[in-house]
């Protein structure tokens, strides 16, 4: 288990391109993420601050992430400072698919997410995990300074496009202050965003669920 401590930032469409450009020189990966979120239909695991997320990059290498919200006792940091417990294995990528068509198989898996799982759960909720959708991302990921890395992503949601910039480090308040700083100097004020992908694609799809229905009832009359 490791405690993931991220700074996320929103940008416009043109900051996003401004900062693109300004990274050129640094960049070090550039991948294309599909990120399918698993959870029951009642989303039980959304309910206990659990998100459940196997990844596929660049259609060839594959992860399963568990990440639990987790807020240090008499610790303050940076508005845009989400920490997290993260429990992340690889996968070869036929067992990742395989989950994704039947994601019960995540309880199989071999290494400690079945067991977070079967803690947190009743086995009538474990038992009915599914595939909520997938949330395909573009990220680029640079070393502007030698004691940060810089991710910088494109995603779309619903045909709207969101741009963001994100930074993992143990000294989050250094690292927001370079940053700040960094992105002041080409004229980019950083605007902190709390709200994770996970959050951000579940309320999109209540939306869509929502939507859906009421075309549905449309009909019926």
């Known amino acids: 288990m490791a405690l993931e401590k991220e700074l996320k930032y929103g940008l416009t469409e043109s ?16 991948e294309e993420q599909d990120n399918y979120y698993i959870d029951n239909p009642r989303l039980r695991l959304r309910s ?16 399963v992430t568990l990440k639990q919200s987790f807020v240090p006792t008499g610790k303050t940091g940076p508005r845009a400072l989400k920490v997290r417990k993260e429990w992340e294995y690889s996968l070869p990528l036929g067992a990742a698919r395989a989950v994704l068509r039947d994601p019960q198989k ?35 990921t640079a070393t502007p300074h030698p004691k940060f890395k810089v ?23 250094e690292a927001d202050t370079w940053l700040r700083a960094w992105l002041h100097e ?22 869509g669920r929502a939507a859906e229905q009421k075309k549905r ?5």
């Not at 067991?115 to 595939?131: G, P």
């Open 48 to 63: 206990k601050k659990i998100g459940l997320r196997v990844r596929i990059t660049n259609k060839r290498h594959a992860t």
């Open 151 to 173: 991710e910088l992503d494109h995603y779309k949601l619903f045909s709207k496009n969101y741009y963001e910039i994100e930074l993992e480090s143990t000294r989050p308040k």
């Open 106 to 140: 995540v309880l199989r898996l071999n290494n400690h997410i079945p067991t977070i799982l079967q803690q947190q759960l009743k086995k009538t909720h474990w038992e009915k995990l599914e595939v909520l959708g997938c949330l395909s991302n573009l990220r680029y």
């Open 217 to 221: 009832r449309r009909k019926k009359k």
């Open 186 to 207: 080409k004229g980019i004020e950083l605007h902190p965003r709390r709200t994770s992908k996970l959050r951000r694609f579940l309320l999109e799809l209540k939306k």
């Open 15 to 30: 900051e996003y391109k401004k900062v693109l450009r300004s990274l050129r020189s640094h960049i070090a990966s550039r």
